[in-house]
């Protein structure tokens, strides 16, 4: 057993810096050819940046944080024109789209999680944002679930 402790430690630290090196870009997002996939992209991008936004309130740099803020919900505006290019219909086909949904879902309970770190007068910026992606989340499960003509 301890023979394979120096390997498995090994194998850790790989997988650990190949996922550092995989970290998202917006030129990323905006170069994948396949929508399904720059609409994963994006939505994996809107996710990492609420980090992003609740250490730059910490910092005291409101204007970059609002800065994220609409760096996310243009991110998930973007899914959602990915998702809309594909031509597929929601509904007979909902693979992607229901990621998408389930993926809104999560960023908006994010979001207000994000929110409630904050002080009192920043948690007002976080509001337009969360309802927004709520509302696009609501978008896409309509389309999921919309009757069949």
């Known amino acids: 057993m301890r023979s394979f402790r120096p390997a498995i430690i ?8 190949s996922a550092l090196a995989q970290e998202i870009t917006w030129d990323a997002v905006k170069s994948e050819p396949e929508p399904e996939k ?8 809107a996710q990492a ?18 800065a994220m803020l609409a760096r996310i919900v243009e991110a998930v505006e973007l899914s ?6 594909t031509g597929k219909n929601a509904r007979s086909r909902p693979k992607h789209f229901k990621r998408a949904e389930i993926a809104t879902h999560k960023l908006a309970r994010s979001l207000r999680s994000a929110q ?17 992606i709520e509302a696009i ?11 069949r003509r």
């Open 10 to 17: 090994c194998l850790f630290v790989a997988l650990a810096g």
């Open 38 to 45: 720059q609409s994963q992209i994006a939505l994996e991008l």
């Open 116 to 132: 409630r770190q904050l002080i009192y007068d920043e948690r007002e910026d976080l509001e337009p944002v969360i309802k927004r």
């Open 80 to 85: 959602v024109t990915a998702l809309e290019a």
């Open 137 to 147: 989340n609501g978008e896409i499960l309509s389309e999921i679930m919309q009757t």
């Open 49 to 66: 940046g609420v980090d992003g936004v609740v250490e730059a309130y910490r910092q005291g740099l409101p204007e970059q944080a609002r």
